[in-house]
C-alpha cells in the first residue's frame, strides 16, 4: 500500500525536517499551505520536485475535507499553528482559532472523511507553563502560561477525546522547545545565533533580549521529528513527552553562542522590557522516558552543539557560503 501522509505546517521549521525523513523512509509527501501573496516556500525549496503542496488553511474546514477526500492520505501531521508565544497575547483569538479549534476542523475532517487515518498533533511543553513538578512527564498536569499554552491544551484534549470518542488512531507529541538552523528568526535560540554571526561579521553591535534566566530543554528539530513518525507506527495510538531531559537557560545560550566566535555576551547583551511577556514559562524540563521506552526515541544533539550547529549555519548564511537550507 502507498504510504502517503499529509503535513500541514510544512513550510515551518518541523515541516521541512518531517517531508525530508518521510520521503527518505519511502512516503508520497503532500504539505498543505495556506494562501499567500508572498512565496514561504524556502525551508522546503530543495524538496519541490518531491512533494506536492496543496491549498488549506486550519481556518477553513471545507478546505480541509476537499482535501482530505482528494489526496486520500494514510498519515496526517497536524504541525500548522500560530507557534510563536509573544504573539498569542497580541493576537489571542487568532491563536485559538488556528493553534486551537484548527485541531477539531481537522480531526472532524478526518472523522467524516476516513476514520482510519493516522493523526499526529503537534502539542507543546508550554503546556505545563508554570510548572507543578520537575521534570515533566506525561503525567503532569498541565497549568498554561500564555493564550498559546492554553490553545494548545485544548489541541491536545481535543486529540485524546477524539481517539477516545471515535477510535481514530490520534497521537499527541507534547514536545520540548527543538531547535534548527532553520528556526524562525523570531524564537530566542535564532535570535541569538544570528545576531551574534552578525556582530562576528560586524554588521550588528548589539543583541536585545528580554528575560535571560528562563530556563529550556532544548534539543535539535530533526531528532523530533522523528519521534513523531515513531509514534504513528506503533500500533496503538498515545501521548508522548519528547524531550532531551537537561535544561540551560537563555543566558547560558548567549554565553556558548558568543564564547564560539570569541566574543563574551556581557559586552553585547542589552536587556529590552519590550521582549519580557505577561506571564512567564521560567523552567521546562521533560523527562524523554516513555518514548525512549516505547518508541526507541533518543535525542542525538548535545546542547553545546546545537548552539554552535546554529551559529555556524548563521555565519555561513549572511557571508553567502551556503544558501538558506543546510
Ligand atoms: P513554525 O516554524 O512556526 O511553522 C508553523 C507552520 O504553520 C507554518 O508552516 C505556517 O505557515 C503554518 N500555519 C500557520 N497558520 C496556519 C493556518 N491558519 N493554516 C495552515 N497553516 C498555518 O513552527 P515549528 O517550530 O515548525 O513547529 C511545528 C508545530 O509544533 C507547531 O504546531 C508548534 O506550535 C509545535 N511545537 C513546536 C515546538 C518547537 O520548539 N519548535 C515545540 C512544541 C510544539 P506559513 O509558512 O504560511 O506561516
Ligand atoms: O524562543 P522562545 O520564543 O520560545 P518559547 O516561548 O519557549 O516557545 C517555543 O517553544 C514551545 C515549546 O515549549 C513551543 F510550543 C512554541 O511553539 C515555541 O516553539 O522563548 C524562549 C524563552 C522565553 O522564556 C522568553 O521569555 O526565551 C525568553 N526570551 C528572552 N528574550 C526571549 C527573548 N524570547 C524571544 N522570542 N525573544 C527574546 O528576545
Redesign the pocket.
Known amino acids: 500500500m502507498t504510504k502517503r501522509a499529509l503535513i500541514?505546517?510544512?513550510?515551518?521549521?518541523?515541516?521541512s525536517y518531517l517531508a525530508e525523513l518521510l520521503l527518505d523512509e519511502g512516503y508520497e509527501v503532500i504539505g498543505?499551505?495556506?494562501r499567500?501573496s508572498t512565496v514561504?516556500f524556502e525551508r522546503i525549496a530543495h524538496l519541490q520536485d518531491r512533494i506536492a503542496t496543496v491549498p488549506?488553511?486550519?481556518?477553513d474546514q471545507a478546505s480541509l475535507i476537499d482535501l482530505l477526500r482528494t489526496h486520500r492520505p494514510t498519515e496526517v501531521y497536524?504541525?500548522?499553528?500560530?507557534?510563536?508565544v509573544q504573539t498569542s497575547f497580541s493576537q489571542p483569538v487568532l491563536t485559538g482559532d488556528?493553534?486551537g479549534l484548527?485541531v477539531t476542523r481537522l480531526l472532524d475532517a478526518i472523522r467524516i472523511v476516513d476514520p482510519d487515518i493516522r493523526f499526529y498533533q503537534?502539542?507543546?511543553?508550554?503546556m505545563f507553563g508554570k510548572v507543578v513538578e520537575v521534570p515533566q512527564s506525561e503525567d503532569t498536569p498541565f497549568y498554561p502560561r500564555s493564550p498559546y499554552g492554553v490553545a494548545?491544551q485544548y489541541g491536545h484534549w481535543i486529540t485524546v477525546n477524539y481517539r477516545e470518542s471515535y477510535d481514530l488512531h490520534a497521537s499527541s507529541g507534547i514536545?520540548?522547545?527543538?531547535?534548527s538552523p532553520r528556526?524562525?528568526l523570531e524564537f530566542v535560540t535564532r535570535k541569538i545565533s544570528n545576531t551574534v554571526a552578525k556582530i562576528k561579521l560586524g554588521t550588528a553591535s548589539e543583541l536585545r533580549l528580554g528575560n535571560l534566566e528562563a530556563e529550556r530543554d532544548w534539543g535539535f528539530?530533526g531528532d523530533y521529528v522523528r519521534a513523531m513518525y515513531l509514534m504513528l507506527q506503533q500500533d496503538a495510538p498515545d501521548d508522548y513527552v519528547v524531550a532531551t531531559g537537561e535544561t540551560h537557560s537563555v543566558r547560558r545560550f548567549c554565553e556558548v553562542a558568543f564564547g564560539h566566535v570569541g566574543l563574551d555576551y556581557e559586552q553585547y547583551v542589552v536587556i529590552d522590557e519590550a521582549f519580557y511577556r505577561p506571564a512567564e514559562v521560567d523552567l521546562l524540563i521533560g523527562t524523554p522516558a516513555k518514548a525512549e521506552k516505547v518508541l526507541g526515541w533518543t535525542p542525538t544533539v548535545a546542547f553545546e552543539d546545537l548552539v554552535t550547529m546554529m551559529v555556524d549555519a548563521d555565519i555561513d548564511l549572511l557571508s553567502g557560503r551556503l544558501g538558506p537550507i543546510s
Not at 8 to 15: A, L, P, V
Not at 56 to 59: H, M, R, S, T
Request: charged share 15%; hydrophobic share 35%.
Open positions: 500541514t505546517g510544512i513550510t515551518g521549521q518541523d515541516g498543505m499551505v495556506r499567500s514561504t488549506g488553511d486550519l481556518l497536524n504541525l500548522a499553528a500560530q507557534s510563536f488556528v493553534t484548527g503537534a502539542s507543546s511543553s508550554e494548545k514536545l520540548f522547545n527543538h531547535e528556526r524562525g528539530a
